[in-house]
Nanobody, 123 residues
Framework: VQLQASGGGLVKTGDSLRLSCAASKRTTSNNGMGWFRQAPGKEREFVAS????????SYVESVKGRFTISRDNGKSMVYLEMNNLKPEDTAVYYC?????????????????WGQGTLVTVSS
């Protein structure tokens, strides 16, 4: 399975971005999916996850109310809508597919990873 993340860019504080993650095949229809991010000099951090049917989502506290994860299994796509962006959201964002169908925040449960897309938020 290959995952391709896109949609990153340079934005200003308060702006919005929509990240997309395309899977190479429909494996993602049975997998929980997640978004993680890694800022320079920091460890990879969980951002959001969604169960395979989309009925359950989970977010890190710092993005609750600002970010929304969604998926379209028919198109093998996962999205991360990011609103009211802050400089501390600056990072490389990775999408990942878990082996299980649930929405997990545990990085160890994710088997497949995309290459990452850079989000830079200027103040």
């Amino acid at each position: 399975v290959q995952l391709q993340a896109s949609g990153g860019g340079l934005v200003k504080t308060g702006d919005s971005l929509r990240l997309s993650c395309a899977a190479s095949k429909r494996t993602t229809s049975n997998n929980g999916m997640g978004w993680f991010r890694q800022a320079p000099g920091k460890e990879r951090e969980f951002v959001a996850s969604i169960s395979w049917r989309g009925g359950t989502t989970s977010y890190v506290e710092s993005v609750k109310g600002r970010f929304t994860i969604s998926r379209d299994n028919g198109k093998s796509m996962v999205y991360l809508e990011m609103n009211n962006l802050k400089p501390e959201d600056t990072a490389v964002y990775y999408c990942a597919a878990a082996l299980r169908s649930s929405a997990s925040s545990d990085v160890h449960e994710y088997r497949y990873w995309g290459q990452g897309t850079l989000v830079t938020v200027s103040s």
